[in-house]
């Protein structure tokens, strides 16, 4: 028989099968439409996502399935493709090419999302950061002292801290993506506005610079949320990290790319260029992401089980369980930790600028450039801790000990090095002190920030609005007082407040945390 007999006799269904992207190995099926196309002679070529299947006229093996029925297999690596037809008597052999340029759409769809957030927060950082260097030619133009800086740093927060709770409680009851949507648009859109705000005068400045903090603050609760939906266990902390070290690298990418637009096209230019990126990622992301991976009908289902399980799906959210939430040690424990941890984070992130210029006496190019380096630090080290706290847990070190462990460095190492800043003679070891600090700081996203998934996945994104919250008033605080501790004291005043923060956060974390689920 041959191949357009074979056509004529009988329909085909043609299944590929691919290994599983799970850990257990088992295979899935992946049923598609076949097409046709000729070739020379009696061959006739079907496609097969990803493969080309040509059936020959001479005779093969063929394999019965059932009455009526014959398989023929071709196996290549970890790919086969199945034809399957009703034709007793068919002797057509199978051979299959492999397609180039198809193998992206394998990729892990959790993985896609993941990606997806870190470019979210890569803009994040890159918008928040630009004033931190932009705030040094503004201020000479409009004759801004110390304290009025730290007021407009500070002003940030203000709508930071307003979104915390409610874009977690937001995440969790309408879904993850319509939040972090809102939140890119919104801060992008605050950001361009900048320059205008400032040439009105500084109360305007001040209420666009809240108005970009209510964007951003509700970025984290949405990612934790939609996180803690695609991302099983055992890659929740180098996911994470990940996402968390998109942070670091806006702030690099910010910090490097600001002095440069600064002086070719003035310091206007910073915010115009960096706010039009939003538009870019709003795009992809409203294409591409689901909330969680039973809303996305393009998941294959082997991964849909490796996320969730057998597990049926859960009603959704419509009331937050507060009084069993805020009753247990382990949250407050969360809470406390958060905002002794952001205190010092958050003084970095808006005056180290400040402090390379004021202290070491870099010029404005140099600034940005050396703060560069403790964030490259932070990105490398985010990722490194994420694969070193997943393999503790791989090997079975119990996840209450991998969060303790790896929040003790993000917390100790800062403060080691915070105190050797006063001791340093030269600018180079200065740099060096304030990379190990931030570099060991990033420990913390596979401590603290992996901790809000492990204790109450379902109510993640409140419960990360909670202790964020602590965190943001860390960064109100912190950020407004050292304006005010640099008009009174020194820079070693500033860092010792911050080290004795640390080690609070250090006694208290060990004490009363916990990496077990403590809410349903």
């Known amino acids: 028989m041959n191949a357009r007999t074979l056509i004529a006799s009988f329909s085909l269904d043609v299944h590929c099968l691919k290994a599983s992207s799970s850990s257990s190995g088992s295979n899935y099926y992946s049923k598609r439409k076949p097409s046709f196309s000729c070739f020379a002679g009696s061959k006739l070529g079907i496609s097969c996502q990803g493969f080309h299947v040509l059936l020959l006229s001479s005779s093969s093996k063929m394999r019965r399935l059932g009455q009526g029925k014959v398989r023929a297999d071709y196996f290549k690596s970890d790919q086969s493709c199945d034809v399957v037809g009703s034709a007793p008597q068919a002797k057509d052999n199978i051979i299959l090419h492999k397609e180039d340029g198809k193998d992206w759409q394998d990729f892990p769809k959790r993985w896609v999302i993941v990606i997806l957030c870190f470019s979210a927060f890569l803009l994040c950082n890159m918008d928040r950061v630009n004033m931190s260097i932009a705030i040094l030619p503004m ?137 039009s990126l939003g538009t870019i990622w709003i795009a992809v992301w409203l294409n591409k992401a689901y909330s969680s991976p039973l809303e996305d009908p393009h998941i294959h289902p082997e991964e849909k089980k490796l996320i969730v399980g057998n597990e049926p799906p859960k009603l959704p959210i419509k009331a937050i369980p507060w009084g069993l939430i805020l009753s247990k040690p382990p949250v407050w424990a969360l809470i406390t930790s958060h905002f002794c941890h952001n ?172 990496g077990e689920k403590i809410v349903d």
């Open 139 to 275: 201020s000479a133009e409009y004759h801004w002292n110390p304290a009025t800086v730290g007021l407009i740093q500070s002003s940030f927060f203000w709508g930071y801290l307003l979104t915390q709770i409610a874009g977690g409680i937001w995440a969790d009851t309408v879904g993850g993506k319509q939040v972090l949507a809102f939140g890119v648009v919104w801060w992008s859109v605050a950001t361009i506005l900048t320059p205008v705000a400032a040439k009105l005068g500084l109360p305007f400045l001040l209420v666009v610079r809240a108005f970009m903090g209510i964007g951003e603050g509700v970025a984290m609760p949405a990612m934790n949320n939609i996180l803690s939906k695609w991302i099983p266990v055992s890659e929740r902390s180098r996911s994470l990290a990940l996402v968390y070290s998109g942070m670091y690298l806006g702030s690099v990418t910010g910090l490097a790319f600001s002095p440069l637009l600064i002086h070719t096209y003035g310091w206007p230019s910073v915010f115009y260029s960096f706010g």
């Open 343 to 514: 205190w010092g984070t958050f003084i970095l992130l808006t005056w180290m600028p400040t402090y390379y210029n004021q202290v070491l006496k870099f010029n404005l190019t140099e600034s940005g450039l050396f703060c560069v380096l403790p964030w490259l630090t932070m990105a490398f080290s985010a990722n490194l801790g994420g694969w070193i706290a997943d393999t503790l847990v791989s090997k079975g070190l119990s996840v209450t000990m991998v969060r303790k462990i790896m929040q003790t460095i993000g917390f100790l190492g800062p403060a080691f090095f915070l105190t050797q800043l006063s001791h340093v003679d030269s600018p180079a070891t200065a740099v060096l002190c304030m990379a190990c600090s931030q570099g060991t700081d990033a420990f913390s996203q596979s401590g603290l920030y992996s901790n809000h998934q492990d204790i109450a996945p379902r109510y993640s994104g409140v419960l990360l609005g909670l202790s964020n919250t602590a965190g943001v008033l860390a960064g109100v605080l912190g950020t407004a007082a050292t304006g005010y501790i640099l008009q009174h004291g020194s820079w070693d005043d500033v860092f010792k407040v911050s080290v004795g923060l640390y080690l609070v956060g250090t006694l208290i974390w060990n004490l009363f945390s916990t």
